[in-house]
């Protein structure tokens, strides 16, 4: 049965007949009743799942990261989704169904804040990465005390690790414990988000490391 939880023009709660009343990221929310499918995808349907599938997966651990930095440029979504959408359409190679990840494509953030300029991680201690940029402070909208995270991924043990604030634009470089990948190739990216947390850069990939 349906409710109206704030009389007849608040928010509607349960089921009538093919519509569905509930509440999301604070909107009141009215949708149809989900269509039970029948019979086989279709192969156009079979590879937007794997598709699908594979990059959840794959950003699924960055949610707290996704959502800080793509939260400038979402509307009722949350950073996750805008993430997922985004990388989906823009960063799997390969044909149906030996779908993989293509690392320098992905995007961990997204908006208009400067970028820092020449990314490049690198490994010069055992377990310890680093990820220098040249300093652009106060070139356009890039200031000293933006903070950059830092994302790393390892695909042998198909994990992450990633630090949100990780340095400040002006230090230039930021470093990272990350000794559960000794020895290991890994993947690397940069971004920056204002110290007001009111804007993101448009993440860099920042290349792919051996990790000492």
């Avoid at 009538?16 to 604070?26: A, E, L, Q, R």
């Avoid at 400067?114 to 201690?125: H, M, T």
């Avoid at 990465?129 to 040249?134: D, F, G, P, Q, Y």
């Avoid at 903070?147 to 990633?162: E, G, I, P, Q, T």
Wanted: aromatic letters at 10%; hydrophobic letters at 40%; proline letters at 3%.
């Amino acid at each position: 049965m349906g409710t109206f939880s704030k009389g007849g023009f608040g928010g509607f709660r349960g089921k009538v007949g093919s519509m569905v009343g509930s509440s999301w990221k604070g909107l009141e929310v009215l949708r149809s009743k989900p269509v039970r499918r029948r019979g086989k995808s279709s192969p156009d349907q079979l590879q937007q799942q794997a598709k699908f599938s594979l990059m959840t997966k794959f950003l699924r651990p960055l949610t707290p990261l996704l959502d800080q930095a793509y939260n400038a440029t979402v509307i009722h979504m949350s950073g996750f989704n805008k993430a997922l959408s985004y990388n989906i359409l823009n960063a799997i190679a390969g044909a149906y169904p030996a779908y993989t990840v293509n690392y320098p494509k992905i995007l961990l953030g997204q908006g208009d804040l400067a970028n820092a300029e020449l990314p490049a991680g690198g490994s010069a201690a055992a377990g310890k990465l680093s990820i220098r940029w040249e300093d652009n402070s106060g070139s356009g909208s890039a200031r000293a005390g933006d903070k950059a995270f830092v994302a790393v991924y390892c695909a042998d043990l198909n994990r992450w690790s990633y630090k949100q604030h990780a340095a400040i634009r002006s230090d230039g470089v930021a470093v990272l414990d990350v000794s559960a990948f000794a020895g290991k190739k890994v993947q690397t990216w940069l971004g920056f988000v204002s110290a007001k947390a009111n804007r993101v850069t448009t993440s860099l990939y920042a290349g792919e490391v051996n990790v000492l």
